[in-house]
């Protein structure tokens, strides 16, 4: 595997945009799991999900357009020329994990515009939940590098189901003052499978990283298609990192301040969650692991049963636009120290 250094910051995906230093083939290897196997696996491993309760905020909302998004990014500062057209913000809800909003989409509930990572678009468009974009009507579809353009996760059958605008990297964000020396010279993943420290690390609570790193960890490079017999073995090994976890995270914020506080030690996290950690003067850095660091791409998905179309086109115009690049990277900050 190849390993993606990871930006300082969360960057989004316009040309003009000089915090976004990408190459035109981005480095993608964050796979997509069946729903069938992971939940499969999950719970042979006693690791369930719960339905969250998916919270709205209507105050001064439009009525057309419901915008299914992360908690922070929920703010008018990211959507100004959507705000100044209608006058208020759209109807929001937040991500609290992309498996509930699978989920909940799958029971019938149906918000216009969804802002999940790319590895959700096949199994959403799967499950018969999405509809295409036409790029023509976005105004800053031109201003997208080639390579996200054509990023392959964002199309079904050469049509356009997800409008990238943002991209990150998942690591071991780890303590350098309290784990072993070695691991700040031989960067691995098997760090959040180490006995050493039971009780002392964390990970996230999303069905596809649990298994995608195990398997990673094992030296499988077929992690897109696990066969029955290898989803034993990572069934063996997050079995193991179940009983040796202090908790699974939901929340950037937990884990972070869980790791200010020294409770523990090494977790699965993003690079805004470095950032914010750094900002508090800790010692702490991020893996670039020799089994590969994962790459994601954030983006816009429109509901099957969408049909507002120039309110969703005008919010993803406001999201993406080069103004509001600066913004976003601060609010994006903001989120991951919980202020």
Do not use: E, I, Q, W
């Given at each position: 595997?190849?390993?993606?250094?990871?930006?300082?910051?969360?960057?989004?995906?316009?040309?003009?945009?000089v915090r976004c230093q990408i190459k035109s083939e981005l480095i993608q290897i964050k796979p997509t799991v069946s729903r069938r196997?992971?939940?499969?696996?999950?719970?042979?491993v006693g690791v369930t999900y719960s339905m969250l309760p998916m919270i709205s905020n209507p105050a001064t909302a439009s009525e057309r357009v419901h915008y299914h998004t992360w908690a922070g990014y929920d703010v008018p500062e990211l959507m100004g020329d959507y705000v100044a057209k209608y006058g208020s913000m759209p109807t929001t809800s937040n991500i609290g994990n992309e498996e509930d909003s699978l989920a909940k989409m799958m029971t019938g509930w149906a918000p216009d515009l969804m802002h999940p990572g790319n590895y959700n678009v096949k199994r959403w468009h799967e499950a018969g939940l999405l509809q295409p974009f036409d790029t023509s009507k976005v105004k800053n579809w031109g201003d997208l590098f080639p390579g996200i353009q054509n990023e392959k996760s964002a199309k079904v059958n050469g049509d356009q189901y997800m409008i990238p605008s943002e991209f990150g990297n998942s690591s071991v964000v780890y303590r350098t003052d309290l784990v072993d020396p070695k691991y700040m010279e031989d960067n691995t993943w098997a760090i959040l499978y180490d006995e050493r420290y039971k009780g002392r690390i964390a990970f996230y609570d999303a069905s596809d990283s649990i298994i995608q790193i195990a398997a990673l960890v094992l030296g499988m490079d077929n992690i897109n298609s696990l066969d029955d017999k290898q989803l034993v073995e990572v069934k063996k090994l997050a079995t193991k990192q179940r009983d040796l976890l202090r908790f699974y995270w939901s929340s950037p914020t937990e884990m972070e301040q869980a790791m200010a506080s020294g409770e523990i030690v090494a977790a699965y996290g993003w690079n805004q969650s470095l950032v914010s950690l750094k900002k508090q003067g800790l010692a702490v850095d991020m893996m670039v692991p020799k089994e590969g660091i994962m790459t994601w791409i954030a983006g816009f998905t429109m509901h099957k049963d969408a049909t507002a179309y120039e309110e969703v086109y005008d919010l993803v115009d406001a999201w993406t636009a080069p103004e509001i690049d600066k913004k976003y990277s601060d609010i994006a900050m903001e989120i991951q120290a919980g202020g």
């Open positions: 595997m190849v390993g993606f250094a990871p930006p300082s910051k969360p960057v989004t995906l316009t040309r003009s945009r196997d992971a939940l499969k696996t999950l719970a042979a």
